[in-house]
């Protein structure tokens, strides 16, 4: 708690340097807003031309979408710093975070907050309001819950993936290309129906568990699958798989960095 | 205070494979080449200490430092600092100690400093009353009250050197570590940040280790000096002893009232000559000045002498030769 305490103050600090960039904030946050727009505009003339996408109508695909970029959004906000983590290792800048009494984890991730995550918040908030009142659904009680459980989920899904990344960095030195490898699965899987790019794909999303971040979800939540049950309890599992991994692999980094260096 | 015994520090590089998928197969590959980067060291520093250690550029003295602050975990040997284990017991270790990189700043970019030590007192859980007379010493000696409200990316090179030493002693540590705590910084700057280390030393009674390539920093500030070459140690003692081993000669200028050939006299040889003026190196153990200066005398009518002490870094850099 005295970490979280430090962690908030870290932050702090950060926003204040970041609004020192004011120009830099607002733009920010547009870009992300028009970026998504695009997305959204490209969706919704693909499906305006076919009425449906591999039995998927426009909106539950904005529904895929918007749960997709909730989950990101608040991995964005505070996790997206993991991406920086390279260039604090190469160029030994990583030491500073070993010389003070809190963890390094707590140290690096409140070094920045990444503000442009507003900006999906925003759209997640307005895509997924859209695709509700378009599809006409009421919720029961246990599905807003497990809604709530699934994005919380697929932000730690998220963070993970991103957090093993830049760990590799430790022994990479740069894990950038990594990193751009999993945008280009981020951007398929954010849009599309995994199923639609066949068995292998599916997989791979699933053991790289990018897919929980709405994929799974959205079909117990739209009714699309039967056997639905036990999929309701898998998102908690899997991000909680997930960032034990991480975890580790975070551990042993570090002790590989204080062993090599840089 | 600190005890450092058979120091040991190996990094294994990958061996760089030649021609095609040279990078995927240096990533895959077993061979590595160990470098020793430090070499079996050791050493004793009593508290209250002040001591210079250098070396030239990748002698070892940063690795040595960052196995001394816990950073890297050292392949063999022991240290211990205060009855811990830099690395084993980080987060105690680290209340202990303060450290400056000279070469990469502690603080936070774009903010005043005064937010940066403010956070490093939540940080250390450094008591109100603590602060306060930290703050005041850092103004007294260091003027930090000129610019804790700039940011640091505003700040001079000595400001912002200034603000690390600050950033350094918020949670008065009882152990400083100064990684070239000099570097860049002008004259006056280099001045006031060495009257401050002197200060603190002597004053709080902080231990200091400090690295730099300024001779003069180890002339004004340590007692003792430690000098480590290829990962070893080939010097550790005080100042003046080395004085004494390495700074045997003197060289004896002499100021004639006209131009002269250049001669010798016993025991001493003439470096150069120019407008009248000569300078004679001697060892000052084979002969004393008054004596040189008494033979050359007979010889022709003196103006003016001065007695040139060594300069301790070619005393250093004789050592560095030597090994």
Redesign the interface.
Known sequence: MEEL??YV??IR??M???L?YRADFITGIISVLVLNAVNLGLIGILVHRFTQLHGWTVWDLVFLYSMFVLSHSLYSLLFWHFNMMDTYIAQ??F??F?????SPLIQFLGREIQYIGIGDIVVGVAAFGLAYSNKGLHWQAWQWLFFAVAILSGTVVEMSIRWIIASTAFW?GRSLSLANIMNRFNMLVQQYPIDLFGTWFQIVVTVIPISFLNYYPSLVLLGKTTDGAWLRFLPPIVAAVSISAAALVWRAGI?RY????S | MIHVDNLVKE??RPVRKEGLFSGIRT?LSRDFAVKRAVDGISFHIAPGELVGYIGPNGAGKS?SI?ML?????P?SGRIEVNGLAP?KQ???Y??Q?G?V?GQ?T?L????PVI??LR?LK???KVSNVEFSRNMELFSDLLDLHEFQHT?VRQLSLGQRMRADLAAALVHTPRILFLDEPTIGVDVVAKERLRNFIKEINRERKVTVLLTTHDMRDIEKLCTRMMIIDHGQMIYDGSVEQIREKYGRHRTLVVQFEREIPEFSAPNAECLKSEGGKLWFRFDRLATTPSELIAYISTRYPIIDLAVEEPEIEDMVRAIYGGS
Do not use: C, M, N
């Not at chain 1, 204080?258 to 260096?261: D, K, P, R, Y």
């Not at chain 2, 602050?69 to 975990?73: K, R």
């Not at chain 2, 936070?108 to 903010?111: E, G, Q, R």
């Open positions: 305490r430090i103050k870290l600090i950060s204040r340097s970041r020192q030994g800048t030491d500073q070993l010389i003070r009494p809190i990479l002790r204080a062993s090599s260096g | 990094y294994k990533l690795t960052k602050t816990g950073i890297l975990v392949t690395h980080r987060k105690e680290t209340r100690i450290v990189f990469k502690q936070w970019w774009d903010v937010d940066s956070l939540d940080i250390y940011p």
